[in-house]
Nanobody, 124 residues
Framework: QLQASGGGLVQAGGSLRLSCVAS????????MGWFRQAPGQDREFVAAIKFRGGSTRYAEPVKGRFTISSDNAKNTVYLQMNSLRPEDTAVYYC???????????????????WGQGTEVTVSS
């Protein structure tokens, strides 16, 4: 089970930190990702991290502004979002799966488990 939180309304240039807590099994060999879906658009990849080793991957639009991190002891992944833009407005979903390879981290179909989403609105 994945529980995402931390969304809200923020002005352009502001920051938010999203959290996703995973429960129900040991996650030390898993990967977790963040995807987002803006109104009227398809869900897209944002960032992902592998719990073991901590390797990360980012979508180009968020590189340099967003940082994904994990607290393995808490089975929690964070998405620190800085310099937010109106185009970052979306519902953000966390996802998780086991034994992910680096090349699959950005693929929605590679994740079996999804959280309920948390809404981020960036005003201009």
């Amino acid at each position: 089970q994945l529980q995402a939180s931390g969304g809200g309304l923020v002005q352009a240039g502001g920051s938010l930190r999203l959290s996703c807590v995973a429960s129900g099994r040991p996650f030390n060999s898993w990967a977790m990702g963040w995807f987002r879906q803006a109104p009227g658009q398809d869900r897209e990849f944002v960032a992902a991290i592998k719990f073991r080793g901590g390797s990360t991957r980012y979508a180009e639009p968020v590189k340099g502004r967003f940082t994904i991190s994990s607290d393995n002891a808490k089975n929690t992944v964070y998405l620190q979002m800085n310099s937010l833009r109106p185009e970052d407005t979306a519902v953000y979903y966390c996802s998780a799966d086991s034994s992910m390879i680096q090349s699959s981290l950005a693929s929605q179909s590679a994740y079996r488990y999804w959280g309920q989403g948390t809404e981020v609105t960036v005003s201009s």
